[in-house]
């Protein structure tokens, strides 16, 4: 039996089975990272493990043999999971925002997608202007081109953002002038796959390909009206039908939008990566006597004082990461929707806590010296990895900015509040 969210006391527990079976993941991630580079995609063994574990179905409706794991849990999952191997853990944290599409599907259809035990839902950014969905009967005719699609290779369904058009080509808006969206679900073998676009220093094994589709079709029930990320969703009684779609699952977690797990998810990615750097770097610590130098890392006040600071900076980012998810959760499963007020907090944290997870795996790669520019080391790779990790948009610096605007009182300017 899957396990459910642990209640104490009215509070949302953590679910410690599931963070157990991922942490017996992690070393087995650890020595299979250098062949998740160098395929640029999760193999076989990996991806049979993942499935045995279930953890491509965290965020799955319980009505779909998922776990449906309240965030805090989820969060903790994909820490673990990247201490062993950023690039799973980033696979894993966006195939689970995808899977929250299922929660909005019919469940005729949501069981054909997701019914497969293996069942992975991928998708990525559209690539600006080209990608469209015209209606025709019965469905859409969909032409698009999608990048950053991690994990595709693994899927078996993807997911393309799409503007709506008219029957004569022109795009839809809504009364407030906004471009009426949806995402299309199709099988991955429609598409084309551009496999050779994933040439990056970083998150090599997320084969976050390039892929296409020309004129497909795209029947109704696989069309799914995306989640709104816009000011309190308690107007949701005022919002219009393609602002706020027909939610058919009640379980408090398909409260939030999709955007909430890539932000708790990412922020888990680049805090697993440096919780791995610091403790390798502890460890060299120990033994290691750098040369021209009398005294081991260990005995160096300077690198003494470094290390405290290290565990201060991810103890605190994680920490203060935790209570928003609980309070988040807590405060939907009251009111019923997720607030405006904590969004910000969350948006505010995750960013946070990636640069503070840079700065700490920065730190660990120059105080480890020479060791650490050799392949194969526990430092150089994670360098890369996080590095790509901050260089994503949740990690914008930007962020900051937008929050600090609506704590001045002014309107935010981002959109991925």
Known sequence: ????????????????????????????????APRIEAARSLPADVLDALHEAKLFRMLLPRSLDGAELELASFFQVICAIAAGDASTAWCLAQSSGCAMAAAYLEPRTAREIFGDPRAVVAWGFPVAGQCRAAPVAGGWRVNGTWGFGSGNRHSTWLGGHC????????????????????????????????????????????????????????????????????????????????????????GTLYRFAPTSVYQ??????????????????????????????????????????????????????????????REMWEGCAASGYVSFEHRIKLRLASTYAIHEAREVVEASYVDAGATAIFEGNPFERRLRDMHAVSQQIQSNPAHFQSVGQHYLGLQPSARFL
């Open 1 to 32: 039996m899957i396990p459910t969210d642990i209640h104490v006391n009215g509070r949302v527990g953590i679910d410690q089975d599931w963070i157990a079976r991922a942490r017996t993941l992690t070393p087995i991630l650890d020595g299979a």
């Open 163 to 250: 503007q709506v058009l008219e029957a004569n080509g022109t795009p839809l808006a809504n009364a407030r002038g906004q471009p009426i969206e949806r995402t299309m679900l199709f099988a991955r073998s429609s598409a084309t796959v551009k496999d050779d676009s994933w040439n990056v220093i970083g998150l090599r094994g997320t084969g976050s390909d390039t892929y296409m589709v020309t004129d497909l079709f795209v029947p109704t029930e696989h069309a799914v009206v995306p989640r709104a990320t816009g000011r309190d969703q308690q107007q949701a009684a005022d919002a219009l039908p393609e602002v706020e779609p027909e939610r058919r699952e009640p």
């Open 264 to 325: 708790c998810g990412f922020a888990a990615v680049a805090l697993g990566i440096a919780r791995a750097t610091l403790d390798a770097f502890i460890a060299l610590a120990r033994h290691k006597t750098p040369a021209g130098m009398n005294l081991p890392l260990r005995d160096n006040n300077a690198i003494q004082s470094r290390v405290a600071l290290a565990e201060a900076r991810l103890g605190s980012a994680r920490a203060w990461l935790m209570e928003i998810l």
